[in-house]
């Protein structure tokens, strides 16, 4: 291998996947590692990309001295190459214990969390990480082990639509450290990682050696089957949904189905299908198992034409002759509460959600803009804007779609139930209701190239990582 190569493996991978765009923002995970130094390392390098790069380090407090000296490492990394440098020190072993969680989970939480704040704070574009094609073979192993299913065996992917991206991924830990000892650029290792307690370090130390000896290429061929599997993966879940919104029919708080519509899905189809039922009425599929869903499409099979079966979180599902819903027993939570917005911030609102305003230029490519971000003009939008759920008699003037239209006729369209509906933000300047968060924005609020101040506002969930 000469070092050139990886270079123009890696910046083929960006351009190809538009991983990356000239003069991003890009905060980096560096971690002190091979592989966190080696990306630095090709980013910081990138022709005609000129990117604005920040190097961030979460201290994990974990290894005394140690850890601490790897924050030092890092800082001096980022002053070599003239970049900012953010650091957090976060003790993750209290924070497990106080919450219950493995080292691991605790860990990825709180590096989350550091991550998520650094990228509001400084309107970054994209959050880049050092995972590499070792890293995926271990990802893939580790959820077989733990029974996942298609969609847990897909492992990562290069890009996570959260703007979290992987340039490395198809590049070895081995080629990693070769360019490395190369361009004499050191990097820091971490003890912890030969630690056998945790699964991740067995599977690399002891699992992984005994697989090699049947095949010497069996880290490219687990990585290869991770990819395979989320291309169908992505297949499937695209299907499912189209299946979805063709089928289902939104009840209050219920989804209901004609049961001759489900029975003549393909198993894998009808699987996804009844997921992305329960998922939409409560919001997350929280303890429903693999089981759970093969019960509810035994339901579908010939036999007594009245059956339910109850599942998790207050759920039901419930055959009524020729149909099946989903029903929600839970309770409806208190109206939330009216948030006002006198300028750009950070807000507070519902259900653990929270709102990101900010000042933005016009994007360079708006037509990309992800559902949870909205652009307003403020000349058309002022401030103070407030924030609070839906009200009978509701109208918007959606961009792109003629005349006004009713939101619970947007809510009807996209199949939001109405319990969901009672919990979507909609964002009013003055009267005016500009964004219907996560739905539709507003002609009355649109940017133009013209526009000489742009609000940029960004939700986010309490789910995303």
Same mark, same amino acid.
């Given at each position: 291998m000469t070092f050139p190569s990886l270079f123009a493996r890696v910046a083929s991978t960006i351009h190809e996947r538009k991983l990356l765009k000239p003069g991003d923002t890009v905060i980096v995970a560096l971690s002190g590692g091979a592989d966190s130094c080696a990306l630095l390392d090709l980013l910081a390098a990138l022709p005609d990309f000129r990117l604005r790069l920040t190097a961030a380090h979460l201290n994990h407090c974990l290894r005394g001295t140690d850890s601490d000296a790897d924050?030092?490492?890092?800082?001096?990394?980022?002053k070599r190459y003239n970049i900012p440098f953010e650091s957090r020190r976060t003790d993750?072993?209290?924070?497990?214990?106080k919450h219950r969680l493995s080292l691991e989970d605790a860990g990825r939480q709180a590096r989350g969390a550091f991550f998520r704040e650094l990228m509001e704070g400084r309107n970054a574009d994209a959050l880049a990480l050092g995972h590499h094609r070792d890293d995926q073979a271990e990802t893939f192993l580790m959820s077989l082990l733990r029974g996942a299913g298609g969609q847990g065996l897909s492992g990562m992917s290069f890009s996570n639509g959260r703007c979290h991206i992987r340039p490395l991924l198809d590049i070895t830990r081995s080629e990693i450290e070769a360019w490395l000892r190369?361009?004499?650029?050191p990097w820091r290792e971490d003890a912890s990682n030969r630690d056998t307690t945790f699964l991740r370090n067995r599977i690399r130390h002891e699992l992984l050696p005994v697989l090699e000896t049947f095949n010497p290429a069996i880290r490219e061929r687990l990585a290869a089957t991770a990819d395979i599997l989320r291309e169908d993966n992505h297949l499937l879940s695209?299907? #499912?949904?189209? %299946? &979805?919104d063709r089928l289902a029919h939104g009840q209050g708080v219920s989804v209901d189905f004609e049961v001759s519509s489900l029975k003549v899905l393909h198993p894998a189809l009808l699987n996804r299908v009844i997921r992305i039922a329960l998922s939409r009425i409560t919001g997350n599929l929280l303890n429903i198992s693999r089981l759970h869903i093969a019960h509810i499409a035994a339901l579908l099979a010939d036999g007594s034409p009245n059956r339910s079966?109850?599942?998790?979180?207050?759920?039901? #599902?419930?055959? %009524? &002759?020729d149909h099946i819903s989903f029903v929600s027993a839970v309770p409806m939570p208190e109206t939330p509460p009216h948030v006002i917005i006198h300028a750009p911030g950070t807000f507070q609102l519902w259900d653990g959600m929270s709102l990101h305003v900010s000042s933005a230029?016009?994007?360079?490519?708006?037509?990309?803009?992800?559902p949870e971000t909205a652009y307003l003009d403020l000349d058309s939008a002022p401030f103070p804007w407030h924030v609070r759920t839906f009200m009978p008699g509701d109208r918007m003037l959606p961009l792109g779609m003629p005349g006004s239209k009713k939101v619970k006729e947007i809510f009807i369209d996209q199949k939001i139930s109405a319990r969901q509906r009672q919990r979507v933000p909609l964002v009013f300047s003055g009267e005016t209701l500009t964004w219907v968060c996560g739905l539709r924005f507003s002609a009355c609020a649109a940017i133009s190239p013209a526009s000489s101040r742009i609000a940029r506002a960004v939700l986010k969930r309490p789910d995303e990582s």
């Open positions: 924050e030092t490492f890092c800082r001096l990394v980022a993750v072993a209290e924070y497990a214990a190369g361009h004499n650029l695209t299907m #499912a949904q189209g %299946e &979805y079966l109850d599942l998790p979180g207050s759920l039901t #599902a419930r055959r %009524e &002759y230029d016009y994007p360079e490519h708006l037509d990309r803009t992800p």
